[in-house]
């Protein structure tokens, strides 16, 4: 299992599918299926049962996975879509946007 370029609350771009070109937040990172959770992107209807809750029932919409490779990070310098390369500082490990050299917190 290799490690991931995208973290929660990271701000990145979809890159291909319906959504192509839309930006959002990561909401939860799901590591073991290599996708995440992105905040407006990637609306699927899901049928919920009557409950004491929602005594109606019927659908809402939610957020479904989109997978790892779909999305970039956005460079927190231009705003634009950029790669990260992963940087060693003595015991610390720090991500940096390869477009602009700025550290990605």
């Known amino acids: 299992m290799s490690k991931l370029h995208i973290k929660k609350n990271d701000t990145v771009m979809v890159?291909?599918?319906e959504d192509k070109g839309k930006t959002g937040k990561v909401l939860k990172v799901l590591v073991e299926k290599q996708r995440a959770?992105?905040?407006g992107i990637n609306i699927v209807n899901k049928s919920t049962?009557?409950?004491a809750k929602n005594p109606q029932g019927g659908f809402e919409k939610v957020e479904a996975p989109i997978h790892i490779s779909n999305l970039s990070l956005i460079d927190p310098k231009s705003g634009k879509?950029?790669?990260v390369a992963i940087k060693h500082e003595g015991k610390n490990v720090v991500r940096v946007a390869k477009k602009s050299g700025e550290e990605i917190k």
């Open 15 to 17: 890159l291909a599918g």
């Open 37 to 39: 959770i992105v905040e």
């Open 49 to 51: 049962k009557p409950s």
């Open 81 to 83: 879509a950029t790669r």
